[in-house]
Nanobody
Framework: QVQLVESGGGSVQTGGSLRLSCLAS?????MGWFRQAPGKEREGVAFISTRAGVTDYADPVKGRSTISQDNAKNTVYLQMNSLKPEDTATYYC??????????????????????WGQGTQVTVSS
């Protein structure tokens, strides 16, 4: 069992930056950041293969966000820059703990994430 604890959400103005953190309590193959805005479906944002270091990004955040990891701290980060009001959402960290759930390994974008954090709110005002 893996527990995920997110932190770093908050309120910023358009053009601002935030760094989200996700601490994992156990070993993973993939970790990803997802977001869900009110009335919208959850969407994947950024993904990292925690053992291979391969990263992927969804088009809406590509070029503005960077996912990274600190293996010593078992923590994954999402640095978000040039934030826009449409980035407003609850951001969730997720993890994959079984290789069988990552058919495209080491690419983690289409993996089946089996552990989820509680979410952290990001609000971007214009």
């Amino acid at each position: 069992q893996v527990q995920l604890v997110e932190s770093g959400g908050g309120s910023v103005q358009t053009g601002g930056s935030l760094r989200l953190s996700c601490l994992a309590s156990g070993s993973t193959y993939c970790m990803g950041w997802f977001r869900q805005a009110p009335g919208k479906e959850r969407e994947g944002v950024a993904f990292i293969s925690t053992r291979a270091g391969v990263t992927d990004y969804a088009d809406p955040v590509k070029g503005r966000s960077t996912i990274s990891q600190d293996n010593a701290k078992n923590t994954v980060y999402l640095q978000m820059n040039s934030l826009k009001p449409e980035d407003t959402a609850t951001y969730y960290c997720a993890a994959v703990t079984r290789l069988a759930l990552v058919p495209g390994y080491p690419r983690c974008q289409d993996a089946r994430y089996n552990y989820w954090g509680q979410g952290t709110q990001v609000t971007v005002s214009s």
